[in-house]
C-alpha cells in the first residue's frame, strides 16, 4: 500500500527484456537506503518488488516486469535515462499524507494539454466512472485531486484536470510530461468497493 507521495525521481540505468517480461535497473539511493529484496516499491504508479540491490551501499534496485504489466501501463516505454516517480510502501506509523494507494493501475491515459500549472489528461470510462470532481486520483504515482472532470466521463472516454504545485512540477515526472505522453491511472480504491457493494460490478 502506498499513499501517493513521491519519495524521489529516479532514473531507469538499463532494461534487460527476457521473453515477453523485462528487469528493469533504477538508480535511487534515496528509497534503496533501506531497501530489502521482496519489498515493493511503485515506479510511476506500478507496484513492482525488489529483485536485487545495485552497489554497496546501494545507489539503486532491479525489479521483474510481467508481460501483462509492460501491456497495460506505461512502464512498455521506459529505457535507460528515463525518469521515474519512486514511493516506497507506507509503513502503518506514517502520516497518510495523500490518500491510498494500491499500485494497481487501471490503465493509461494521455496528456491532452498544459496550461501553466493545469493539466488536462485523457480518461478512459473505465476508469472514469470511479472519478469525482474533487476526488482523488493517482497519475504516475502521485496522488492529486480531480480539479475539473468532463461531464460524460462515466459513461464514454472524457478527461480530467489536474492543478499542479511547483513542488510537484519540480519532484516528478509531471513537470516534463508533454501532451501526448502516456501516463498510469488508479482511481481511488474506496469508489470500486462501493460499486461492489452496491451490486454494479459482477
Same mark, same amino acid.
Request: hydrophobic residues 35%; glycine residues 12%; charged residues 25%.
Given at each position: ?48 518488488? =525488489? ?13 521483474? !516486469? ?25 509503513? !502503518? ?12 493501475? *487501471? ?23 470511479? =472519478? ?13 485531486? =480531480?480539479?475539473?472532470?468532463? *461531464?460524460?466521463?462515466? !459513461? ?5 484536470? !489536474? ?40
Amino acid at each position: 500500500m502506498f499513499t501517493g507521495i513521491v519519495e524521489d525521481l529516479g532514473e531507469v540505468e538499463a532494461v534487460e527484456h527476457e521473453g515477453d517480461s523485462a528487469r528493469i535497473h533504477v538508480r535511487s539511493a534515496t528509497v534503496a537506503e533501506d531497501a530489502h529484496v521482496g519489498d515493493s516499491i511503485a515506479v510511476n504508479g506500478v507496484c513492482l518488488t =525488489v529483485t536485487s540491490l545495485i552497489g554497496s551501499p546501494p545507489r539503486g534496485f532491479t525489479a521483474d !516486469v510481467m508481460g501483462e504489466t509492460l501491456r497495460l501501463t506505461s512502464l512498455r516505454g521506459i529505457g535507460p535515462g528515463t525518469k521515474v516517480n519512486l514511493e516506497r510502501s507506507v509503513k !502503518v506509523t506514517d502520516r497518510l499524507g495523500g490518500h491510498l494507494v494500491q499500485g494497481h493501475v *487501471d490503465g493509461t491515459g494521455t496528456i491532452v494539454s498544459r496550461d501553466g500549472e493545469t493539466v488536462r489528461i485523457s480518461l478512459p470510462r473505465d476508469t472514469g466512472k470511479y =472519478v469525482v470532481h474533487k476526488g482523488s486520483v493517482t497519475v504516475d504515482g502521485i496522488s492529486l485531486t =480531480v480539479s475539473a472532470i468532463s *461531464d460524460d466521463s462515466a !459513461v464514454s472516454d472524457g478527461w480530467f484536470e !489536474v492543478s499542479l504545485i511547483p513542488e510537484t512540477l519540480k519532484r516528478t515526472t509531471l513537470g516534463g510530461k508533454q501532451p501526448g505522453d502516456p501516463v498510469n491511472l488508479e482511481a481511488d480504491v474506496i469508489a470500486k468497493y462501493v460499486e461492489k457493494l452496491l451490486g454494479g460490478a459482477q
